[in-house]
């Protein structure tokens, strides 16, 4: 088996050791950030790229833009540990100093998401070696299952099963659309029936003139038919408070209205 890389270490006046272990003591603030110099950190790592290519090995992208995203983060929060800790007399100063602990959490994420990544594949790597038993029910146990006792007839199951086996019947090979359409309402005999209850001369209201209908099409066929009525004014309309009761009466003289005077659009019905 190859031996895997040595990871980047650094070499410093106070610290000597892998880089991981450099960035956990100053996350738990075993080590002070502003002793630490980012120069020479920097410098090590080059040297260390540099080595890696004199000996014919190739070094990751993704390891080279960690260590800058990383370095660039300790050179923030070096900066912002440096500022006064007293009283600040601008904003400038006060935006430095909030950023300090915002950059000092970045540090903790980075940490937390390479701990919480080591733990995935830690037990991704546990899993791939599990293997489910696949064997047969211990005798001890099958012992234990109760006695299986049937409650039907053959004749029962029987009929289940001609029940089950029976051909489905096919599906419609198109929409019906009966159900979208009701019957038909002429607007010319429900402007006649209309006309037969008014020519007496009593007025009647919208609602008593509708009592009746038996859908909706036939309430919607004598409104039409009242408003074809009132343009040949042979009625006129009341209504005595807003939304109270439409009252209608009968203006055409004697019997000279006819439903042959209605539009030719309701030649058709509804």
Same mark, same amino acid.
């Given at each position: 088996?190859?031996?895997?890389? +040595?990871?980047?270490?650094?070499? *410093?006046?106070?610290?000597?050791?892998?880089?991981?272990?450099? $960035?956990?003591?100053?996350?738990?603030?075993? *080590?002070?950030?502003?002793?630490?110099?980012?120069?020479?950190?920097?410098?090590?790592?080059?040297?260390?790229?540099?080595?890696?290519?004199?000996?014919?090995?190739?070094?990751?992208?993704?390891?080279? &833009?960690?260590?800058?995203?990383?370095?660039?983060? !300790?050179?923030?929060?070096?900066?912002?540990?440096?500022?006064?800790?007293?009283?600040?007399?601008?904003?400038?100063?006060?935006?430095? !100093? %909030?950023?300090?602990?915002?950059?000092?959490?970045?540090?903790?994420?980075?940490?937390?998401?390479?701990?919480?990544?080591? !733990?995935?594949?830690? &037990? *991704?790597?546990?899993?791939?070696?599990?293997?489910?038993?696949?064997?047969?029910?211990?005798?001890?146990?099958?012992?234990?299952? +109760?006695?299986?006792?049937?409650?039907?007839?053959?004749?029962?199951?029987?009929? !289940?099963?001609?029940?089950?086996?029976?051909?489905?019947? +096919?599906? +419609?090979?198109?929409?019906? /659309?009966?159900? /979208?359409?009701?019957?038909?309402?002429?607007?010319?005999?429900?402007?006649?029936?209309?006309? $037969?209850?008014?020519?007496?001369?009593?007025?009647?209201?919208?609602?008593?003139?509708?009592? #009746?209908?038996?859908?909706?099409?036939?309430?919607?066929?004598?409104?039409?038919?009242?408003? %074809?009525?009132?343009? #040949?004014?042979?009625? &006129?309309? #009341?209504?005595?408070?807003? *939304?109270?009761?439409?009252?209608?009466?009968?203006?055409?003289?004697?019997? #000279?209205?006819?439903?042959?005077?209605?539009?030719?659009?309701? %030649? %058709?019905?509804?």
């Amino acid at each position: 088996m190859a031996e895997s890389k +040595p990871g980047f270490e650094v070499r *410093l006046a106070n610290f000597t050791g892998p880089f991981d272990l450099l $960035l956990g003591l100053i996350a738990k603030h075993q *080590l002070d950030i502003t002793e630490v110099a980012i120069a020479t950190v920097t410098d090590e790592f080059i040297k260390y790229i540099r080595k890696l290519q004199k000996l014919g090995e190739e070094w990751a992208l993704d390891e080279a &833009s960690e260590f800058l995203v990383i370095a660039a983060t !300790l050179l923030d929060l070096k900066a912002a540990r440096l500022l006064p800790a007293g009283e600040v007399e601008d904003d400038e100063d006060i935006a430095r !100093l %909030e950023a300090r602990d915002l950059l000092f959490a970045r540090l903790l994420q980075y940490k937390a998401f390479k701990q919480v990544a080591a !733990l995935m594949a830690d &037990s *991704l790597e546990q899993e791939a070696q599990r293997f489910p038993r696949q064997v047969a029910l211990e005798e001890h146990f099958a012992a234990m299952l +109760p006695e299986l006792v049937w409650k039907h007839t053959p004749q029962q199951f029987a009929r !289940l099963a001609e029940v089950a086996l029976q051909p489905k019947a +096919p599906k +419609p090979t198109e929409v019906g /659309l009966a159900h /979208l359409h009701g019957s038909t309402v002429s607007v010319k005999e429900q402007a006649e029936i209309l006309g $037969l209850r008014l020519q007496p001369g009593k007025p009647l209201s919208f609602r008593a003139l509708i009592a #009746d209908a038996e859908s909706t099409l036939v309430v919607v066929a004598r409104f039409l038919a009242l408003l %074809e009525m009132f343009r #040949d004014r042979a009625v &006129s309309f #009341d209504q005595l408070s807003p *939304l109270g009761d439409l009252t209608v009466h009968w203006t055409a003289a004697g019997t #000279d209205w006819s439903t042959e005077n209605l539009s030719e659009e309701f %030649e %058709e019905q509804l």
